[in-house]
């Protein structure tokens, strides 16, 4: 079901200070940031790590999923997102399966779509990403 890991997302407080650690300390280079509004406001910088992707998410408004988690789990680690070829089959099979998604469509990302697992669900918090076109 899986071709491989897509992106880890850790969630932060202060995205610049963050991005300077990944670029100093790492040698990471920015691939692209950008502000994503919505039910989901927040302050998104990606770094390619070989194959994979690194997302830093800082929220931008006191309500939603990564404000909730970063008020309650503070910085680090968010979720792990696994690269899939259908979206739409994928949800319905890990719904087959007993694995219950967050979303009953996938939600626009960078270059992709995505759905949230459901966390009781699951051993660590997951989604699932397909690429689009852009």
Do not use: C
């Given at each position: 079901?899986?071709?491989?890991?897509?992106?880890?997302?850790?969630?932060?407080?202060?995205?610049?200070?963050?991005?300077?650690?990944?670029?100093?300390?790492?040698?990471?280079?920015?691939?692209?940031?950008?502000?994503?509004?919505?039910?989901?406001?927040?302050?998104?910088?990606?770094?390619?790590?070989?194959?994979?992707?690194?997302?830093?998410?800082?929220?931008?408004?006191?309500?939603?999923?990564?404000?909730?988690?970063l008020q309650e789990n503070g910085e680090?680690?968010?979720?792990?997102?696994?690269?899939?070829?259908?979206?739409?089959?994928?949800?319905?099979?890990?719904?087959?399966?007993?694995?219950?998604?967050?979303?009953?469509e996938p939600q626009e990302g960078f270059?992709?779509?995505?759905?949230?697992?459901?966390?009781?669900?699951?051993?660590?918090?997951?989604?699932?990403?397909?690429?689009?076109?852009?």
């Amino acid at each position: 079901m899986f071709k491989g890991i897509h992106h880890l997302a850790f969630v932060v407080e202060d995205i610049e200070r963050s991005m300077q650690r990944f670029e100093d300390n790492f040698d990471m280079e920015l691939v692209t940031r950008d502000q994503i509004s919505g039910a989901f406001s927040m302050d998104v910088a990606l770094y390619h790590a070989g194959d994979n992707i690194v997302e830093l998410i800082k929220p931008t408004t006191e309500e939603g999923w990564t404000y909730e988690y970063l008020q309650e789990n503070g910085e680090g680690f968010f979720h792990v997102a696994f690269e899939v070829d259908d979206i739409r089959e994928s949800m319905a099979e890990l719904e087959r399966r007993g694995i219950r998604v967050e979303d009953d469509e996938p939600q626009e990302g960078f270059a992709w779509e995505v759905v949230t697992l459901n966390d009781e669900d699951t051993i660590v918090p997951m989604q699932i990403v397909e690429e689009t076109d852009g």
